[in-house]
């Protein structure tokens, strides 16, 4: 009781001398909460503001976080700014985010709604957990200043954290060790996070056991406990909306009798009105913040009052701002790699890019690590710095590999490819090490083969060599003045060979060469129609880019592929024919000589605001020195860019125009009217025939549509309206599912 009244007098300003002749000790503690627990960053911000210096501080889950970024020497200010900034949604997602997949592997990523992998020939069911390799970069990164130091009480604030014992179920404090692999520990929420294994012991998140640690804090000397409470204890029913907010509820029964003694510790408790968010509500950081700095406002007189009375007793200097410490970039004396099973670590090694002897900052070192995880082979990264003195340290580093198979599958329908059932393997170290190979399928009645295989190559692993082999079966038809006049059945296969250079994760150049064979079937009809078959070799170079933010409605980034080469060593025979009657070729000005042919497709997502985004993309082909007709003509139209040759283009069906060369340019507005819920308006216009083919001049096309579309696990569900001003007719388009 004595203490009690001590406290009061104190922070209300009365108490005129101390009963003792040490300062009393304030310790702040942040629970845990998943989301909620940025609300903790306003209750900071207002210690900062009123001069209030803290001697210990406690957290757990997302309070660890927050708390050892402030006892390492942030300000609430500087966190609240890196706060705002992280993608939270995608550090707390059990997929990679687009951003860290490399090049190479892109075009693959996320397109399947089932990814089943396999391990020594058997199904091994993914369970759903976060490995958390981003946030794991990210803690890695922000507590650089700290790489160090392994005592947590020679922070600039002592700081422990609280995990649990999975196998035990009993109190782990943390206070040693690594700082990130400890806050990662505390925030393991069983069977959402894995588990993190700390001298022997797999740890999962503090909250089961003790989530408002000012026991440990009253333990470590705090005299004056301030507590900022996010959990809010258990939930009701109808508060239980999301599978992180049942497994909460779930893991933290224990708590739930252990927070109430914790509240009987706490001097100054504090609890944000955070009702209707959860800990899953990543979407509404700002939201939480802006909570949390309006309680830290009211909570501000309390403070203050709390730091003018105790500077008035024992005057000390004010703490500054921002207490980091100041720490140079590191020497790399030595790397070690633990972990690697069917992996080369010579492999490894390559892609890291790192020398021992050579000096480094986080952010390189990030991507250094990034860099090998994005090729797929790894399913968590993970890194320790062990000081050797004199600025040079060891870099230690753990590898969990990802299963070497993987079965996938999805669904798709098109307006013009109709039901699709798409079957993927993909298999790493098909054969020889450091090389992925796939094979997909879609079953369908126009169905299409794709295999791949690509094998790392240089000392960086920076070059690839690939081979691939294609093959799609699909209906054709021909249009004359936007009516369709005639039906093709076509078969188009190729077999082709590449190198490529990686410049970085998101640009590759490269050159090669690829058999094509393509075979036009007319159906019966009255009118002048193309029938045969014709192969050739085209020898080519590529530019690649994708820095697209994701798959699926990307609100930021650029696409661009870009192909030029040499149609040459061609063998056709084709017949034009009416009824009976068959026209020699040369005698319409047909040849199938060599000629050289270039395309490109750029699509750009400019950010518009939090929930839209500008869409511009440009294509373009060209075949020049060419006299042919259909066969390898440029196809104008269609919405979702997968045909051969096709020139995407609002208002027409795919294929309506058939040109040797055309340019168009489409401009959009993305605007995600609801979650998942988008409203993209289109408009398009191109010229075409560019060489006089069909026209003593060039022909240009406008078109317009608005689609709207749904996001989903499925893939995108898209129903779009559309019109041409040359067609002049309201056409509709629905593209479901992921497409092959």
Not at 168 to 185: F, H, N, P, W, Y
Not at 451 to 469: D, H, S
């Amino acid at each position: 009781m004595l203490r009690i009244f001590f406290i009061l007098m104190l922070t209300a300003g009365l108490y005129p001398y101390t009963l003792s002749a040490q300062r009393a000790k304030v310790g702040v503690t942040l629970s845990g909460g998943g989301a909620k627990g940025l609300a903790h960053i306003g209750i900071l911000q207002a210690i900062d503001s009123a001069g209030l210096r803290v001697d210990y501080l406690t957290g757990t889950s997302m309070g660890s976080i927050v708390g050892s970024l402030y006892a390492i020497g942030y300000s609430g200010d500087s966190i609240e700014v890196m706060a705002r900034k992280l993608d939270w949604s995608g550090l707390f997602s059990n997929q990679p985010v687009m951003d860290d997949i490399s090049y190479e592997e892109r075009s693959e990523y996320n397109r399947y709604m089932i990814e089943i992998p396999f391990e020594y020939g058997k199904p091994k069911l993914t369970s759903g957990v976060i490995s958390g390799e981003q946030l794991w970069l990210e803690l890695a990164k922000m507590h650089w200043p700290v790489r160090d130091v392994k005592d947590f009480s020679r922070f600039n604030i002592p700081f422990k954290c609280i995990a649990t014992d999975v196998a035990t179920g009993d109190i782990v404090t943390l206070d040693k060790g690594e700082i990130v692999q400890s806050i990662r520990a505390s925030m393991a929420i069983p069977s959402v996070f894995t588990a993190v294994r700390i001298d022997g012991r797999k740890l999962v998140d503090g909250g089961v056991v003790r989530n408002f640690p000012t026991t440990t804090v009253r333990e470590m000397g705090a005299d004056i406990v301030i507590g900022s409470n996010v959990s809010g204890g258990l939930r009701t029913a109808d508060e239980l909306n999301t599978p992180i907010d049942i497994l909460y509820q779930l893991g933290f029964y224990k708590d739930a009798a252990d927070f109430v003694e914790a509240r009987k510790l706490t001097d100054v408790y504090i609890e944000p009105d955070l009702k209707g968010y959860s800990a899953a509500s990543f979407g509404s950081v700002d939201s939480i913040i802006e909570i949390g700095k309006r309680k830290g406002r009211e909570m501000y007189p309390v403070f203050k009052r709390m730091a003018d009375s105790l500077n008035a007793l024992y005057p000390m200097a004010a703490l500054p701002k921002n207490r980091l410490p100041v720490v140079p970039d590191i020497e790399i004396a030595g790397i070690a790699v633990s972990g690697l099973v069917h992996s080369d670590e010579k492999f490894f090694r390559g892609r890291l890019g790192l020398e021992p002897g050579g000096c480094y900052t986080p952010d390189m070192i990030r991507e250094a690590i990034l860099n090998v995880y994005g090729t797929r082979f790894f399913k968590q990264i993970t890194y320790n710095l062990r000081p050797l003195g004199y600025g040079r340290s060891e870099l230690d580093i753990q590898v969990e590999e990802n299963p070497l198979t993987y079965v996938k599958f999805a669904l798709h329908y098109n307006t013009y490819t109709s039901v699709s059932a798409i079957v993927n393997v993909t298999q790493r170290n098909f054969i020889v090490p450091n090389s992925r190979a796939l094979v997909s399928a879609a079953i369908s009645e126009n169905p299409r083969l794709r295999a791949e295989f690509f094998k790392y190559l240089g000392r960086k692993r920076n070059v690839g060599f690939g081979l691939g082999a294609y093959y799609e079966n699909n209906p054709m038809s021909y249009y004359v003045d936007f009516r369709k006049l005639q039906e093709y059945r076509t078969k188009y296969a190729n077999v082709s060979g590449h190198l490529q250079l990686m410049l970085n994760r998101v640009m590759a150049i490269g050159a090669g060469t690829r058999w094509e064979y393509i075979r036009i079937k007319p159906k019966i009809s009255p009118f002048v129609d193309i029938d045969g078959n014709t192969n050739h070799l085209n020898t080519f170079v590529y530019y690649g880019l994708n820095t697209l933010n994701r798959q699926l409605f990307p609100t930021r980034g650029a696409k661009i592929d870009f192909e030029a080469g040499l149609i040459h060593s061609q063998n056709p025979d084709i017949r034009v024919r009416s009824g009976d009657h068959v026209y020699p070729l040369d005698s319409l000005g047909f040849n199938f000589d060599s000629y050289q042919r270039m395309s490109l497709k750029m699509n750009y997502y400019i950010p518009m605001g939090r929930k839209s985004s500008l869409n511009l993309n440009g294509y373009a082909g060209f075949n020049f020195n060419y006299n042919q007709d259909i066969v390898n003509d440029f196809r104008i139209g269609g919405i979702t860019d997968f045909s051969r040759n096709q020139i995407p283009f609002v208002g027409l069906y795919d294929g309506e125009i058939n040109t040797a060369s055309v340019a168009s340019i489409q401009l959009g507005w993305q605007y995600e009217a609801l979650r998942n819920v988008f409203a993209i308006p289109r408009v398009s216009g191109a010229i075409y025939d560019l060489n006089g083919r069909a026209s003593p001049k060039y022909l240009y096309l406008t078109g317009y549509g608005l689609t709207l579309a749904y996001s989903t696990k499925l893939g995108p569900l898209e129903a779009t309206l559309m019109y041409s001003d040359q067609a002049q007719i309201l056409k509709a388009y629905v593209n479901l599912g992921f497409h092959f």
